[in-house]
Each structure stands twice: as C-alpha cells, then as structure tokens.
C-alpha cells in the first residue's frame, strides 16, 4: 500500500519554472514506478512524465520533453522539476504510483495522490 501527497504547485507567469513534490508513504516505495499526470476540467487526465523503480529510466510527454525533469530520492520523494512554463501547462498534476514497469497508461497506476494545482498566466 502506498498513499502520496503531492505540494508544490503555484500561480506562475510563463516561463517561470516550478518543482512539484510527491511524499510517499508505504514500506515498499523504492519498487514502485513512479509517474506525474494532468488533467484539466473536462478533459481526460493525461501523462506527463515517469520514472523507474531504479531511477534509471525517465519517460516524457512530447508537450514538455525538453522542459520537465522527473527524479526522485531515497526519501520517498519524487519531484517534477518544470521550466519554461506556458499557460497550456495549466492544470491540476497529480503523482501516481504502479507496480509495472513505466508507462504512459493511466490505468497501469494503482495509486493516486489527491493532486496539487498549477497555474500559468500568460
């Protein structure tokens, strides 16, 4: 069981950069695949960026290959770094968890965090 509480997120003007945090809670963390995704008032929650048990591996959108880092660190913590920001990165960016290796598939993650809003004025 792992349970994630994402902060970090703000109103910024485009091209600021901003890092959201993922807390996560839960005795077998460091085996998890962890991932970011967004999603914007009626649209579908779309992924953002993932990051392998091992850190190793590193997955992007194209929409911010080049602009957003994902990492993480033995404290339970994954980040997502984001430069450059611009006002369609506008949403809520929520933190997921999964038990198979990275992927893009929004039902690969069995867990979710409550997620944490980011807004970009242009």
């Known amino acids: 069981q792992v349970s994630l509480v994402e902060s970090g997120g703000g109103l910024v003007q485009a091209g600021d950069s901003l890092r959201l945090s993922c807390a996560a809670s839960?005795?077998?963390?460091?085996?998890?695949?962890m991932g970011w995704f967004r999603q914007t008032p009626g649209m579908e929650r779309e992924f953002v960026a993932a990051i392998s048990w091992s850190g190793g591996d590193t997955y992007y959108a194209d929409s911010v290959k080049g602009r957003f880092t994902i990492s993480k660190d033995s404290a339970k913590n994954t980040y997502l770094q984001m430069t450059n920001l611009k006002p369609e990165d506008t949403a809520t960016y929520y933190c997921?968890?999964?038990?198979?290796?990275?992927?893009?598939?929004?039902?690969?993650?069995?867990?979710w965090g409550q997620g944490t809003q980011v807004t970009v004025s242009s």
């Open positions: 997921a968890a999964s038990i198979s290796t990275p992927s893009t598939i929004r039902s690969r993650y069995g867990y």
């Open positions: 839960g005795r077998t963390y460091s085996r998890y695949t």
